[in-house]
């Protein structure tokens, strides 16, 4: 059914350059080219084949290390969507670079087909960090207007202090019990190595 | 009966009537509010303790209870209710959140660890939720800590 999609974008939107991803665990999606998100959500919902008339969420997903083979850090942001008419469910996937504060990556905005997208949009705007350009009302969600940062990104560090207000006084953070932790976390799993390693012995003589 | 003449100190006087209406705020940040919402309820029935009149405005609350995380954007509102609330005012702090970030401590980048940071607390009240009967023994402490206060001596005739 992916395959069919895929195709099918390909000749509706020149450029598209979709592609199913099949997946041996999980869902498998289509993925296609960032600049032409608009468009394809727009074919997606128009086409009478298909008609995917719902937007069930967005979510950006931050992957500094690359996604499988490819390398390059993306940050992916995944549409599912569904037509409740023909009973289909599917995710569309663009992958876009990170990008820093000052130069936000840059998705189209597809609040024009799916209303339903505007909360959605800000909210990963807000967390992952995604600029979606045309939205009607580009702001943060959850976090106060004058915060700093992307709270998902894998790289985010927590401002140290924020209003006035220290985000993690030292006197509140245990540091002696958390050093203590980390001690015991390492013995055991000395331990366990090491019942491993005997276990692992035992075993080669039998 | 309509005679009879009660001798006995004015503070005495004051805080028992004091003690015995203990009016919180209407207002609960998260899981803990359950739990208080539950409190005051009919199984447990805070209103036994003259606490149930939950007060929709800080102006007429006696105490806040701080029930649920307090993050960073709702830091600065819990300031400005607790200032608007008309002295002798208290702060009860329930839930470890409240305490002290609770279960956040150490990742939570969005929240103050413990409201303490910004409003003096007068009960702390431990648990994650503290079961109602926890926040009630909570409230019968702030009602002994009110019940030996000496307003007229320490706030009125000092400040005179
Ligand atoms: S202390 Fe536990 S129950 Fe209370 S608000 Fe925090 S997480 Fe929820």
Redesign the interface.
């Known amino acids: 059914m992916h395959k069919e999609i895929a195709d099918y974008l390909n000749s509706v939107v020149s450029g598209a350059e979709a592609k199913a991803l099949e997946a041996e665990v999980g869902d498998s999606s289509v993925l296609v080219a960032s600049e032409h998100i608009l468009k394809v959500c727009q074919a997606l919902k128009d086409s009478d084949e298909h008609q995917y008339n719902v937007l069930q969420t967005i979510s950006g997903v931050d992957y500094p290390e690359g996604v499988g083979e490819d390398k390059t850090p993306v940050i992916e942001v995944n549409y599912m969507i569904a037509s409740f008419t023909k009973n289909t469910e599917i995710i569309l996937k663009v992958r876009v670079p990170r990008g820093d504060d000052e130069n936000l990556p840059k998705v189209d905005s597809v609040c024009s087909v799916w209303t339903a997208a505007d909360w959605q949009e800000r909210e990963c705007y807000d967390l992952v960090g995604v600029e979606f350009v045309n939205h009607p009302d580009h702001r943060r969600i959850l ?2 207007y004058d915060w700093k940062g992307h ?1 998902l990104r894998k790289d ?1 560090k ?2 140290e202090v ?2 006035g ?5 030292e006197d ?3 540091i002696p019990e ?1 050093d203590f932790i980390v001690e015991q976390n390492k013995l055991n799993d000395e331990a366990k190595a090491a019942a491993k390693k005997a276990r692992e012995e035992a075993k080669k003589d039998n | 009966m309509q005679d009879s003449v009660v001798l006995l100190k004015m503070d005495d006087f004051l805080n028992w009537g004091r003690k015995n209406s203990l009016w919180p705020m209407t207002f609960g940040l998260a899981c803990c509010a359950i739990e208080m919402m539950a409190t005051g309820a009919a199984k447990y029935d805070l209103e036994r303790f003259g606490c149930g009149a939950f007060m929709a405005t800080p102006r007429r609350a006696d105490f806040m209870i701080v029930a649920g995380t307090v993050t960073l954007k709702m830091a600065p509102r819990i300031k400005t209710l607790y200032e608007q609330m008309a002295e002798p005012k208290y702060v009860l702090s329930m839930g470890s959140c409240a305490n002290k970030g609770g279960p956040y401590w150490q990742h939570g980048y969005h929240v103050l660890k413990g409201v303490d940071e910004v409003i003096p607390v007068d009960v702390y009240v431990p648990g994650c939720p503290p079961r109602p009967e926890a926040l009630i023994e909570g409230v019968m402490t702030l009602q002994k800590k009110v019940a030996n206060e000496r307003l007229l001596r320490d706030k009125w005739v000092k400040n005179a």
């Open positions: 976090n106060p709270p985010y927590a401002q924020y209003q207000m220290t985000v993690y006084p509140k953070q245990n958390q």
